[in-house]
């Protein structure tokens, strides 16, 4: 059984849509992330719940939106997509907030057309 | 520049050589993560160091974290096909706890 799954892995769209990607963990985990990786594999945090409550929003722009509806999913729902937006996007999680041992996804790579 | 800097970028190995792998900050590290990334999928953990001057091993890769928690090195001994990948290094600087900031990679090759 996959530990973090999210879904779509590969989105292709055009500028302006909107779209969503989900994630869920059976780990137990009470952390999960979402992290933004661009074109030269640099791996940004974007954002951080714990136990369904938003920890970390690292300036995002506000057409991200994630979703916690319970602490084994964490959606990410971004609207009016913009070229800038295409990237791998890794879905994690943790066992505790504060724990650098994180479980990562496979990732989603958005393509804006 | 970047909170932490690895070096080098790239690095392309016969099979059977050692290398290795450096990871530096201009800050304190409070814990030090090492991740490996296959082309298309996701990070996985290797290790994890908290201790200046602590090292630990997993088969065949040793990581290290200097005395003074600002440097920290990945060692491959006898490197195979299997270790290529992107390694990362992770860690919680201090700017925010929780938030674990990566380095921007490293892509490693391993010629057969």
């Known amino acids: 059984d996959t530990a973090v799954s999210q879904t779509p892995k590969y989105l292709v769209t055009q500028m302006g849509n909107d779209k969503s990607i989900k994630c869920e963990q059976n780990?137990?985990?009470?952390?999960m992330y979402w992290y933004k990786q661009d074109s030269k594999k640099f791996l940004k945090i974007m954002f951080s719940?714990?136990?369904?409550?938003l920890i970390i929003n690292e300036t995002v722009p506000n057409r991200f939106s994630p979703k916690s509806p319970d602490k084994a999913h964490l959606n990410l729902h971004i609207n009016s997509l913009e070229l800038g937006d295409s990237a791998v996007y890794f879905c994690?999680?943790?066992?505790?907030w504060g724990s650098g041992e994180l479980f990562f996804g496979e990732g989603s790579r958005l393509t804006v057309l | 520049s970047q909170e932490l800097e690895q070096s080098p970028q790239s690095l392309i190995v016969q099979e059977g050589k050692n290398l290795t792998i450096n990871c530096t900050s201009s800050?304190?590290?409070?814990?030090l993560y090492w991740y490996k990334q296959k082309y298309g999928e996701g990070l996985i953990f290797l290790m994890m160091?908290?201790?200046?001057?602590e090292e630990k091993s997993h088969e065949k890769i040793t990581a290290k974290l200097d005395e003074k928690k600002q440097q920290s090195s990945l060692h491959i001994t006898a490197s195979q096909p299997s270790h290529a990948g992107i390694y990362l290094c992770?860690?919680?600087?201090?700017?925010?706890?929780?938030?674990?900031?990566f380095g921007q990679g490293t892509i490693l090759t391993v010629h057969p």
């Open positions: 719940y714990n136990n369904k409550e």
């Open positions: 800050k304190t590290l409070y814990g």
């Open positions: 780990l137990g985990h009470d952390t």
């Open positions: 992770g860690a919680d600087i201090g700017t925010s706890y929780g938030k674990l900031t």
């Open positions: 160091l908290q201790k200046g001057g």
């Open positions: 994690a999680s943790s066992q505790d």
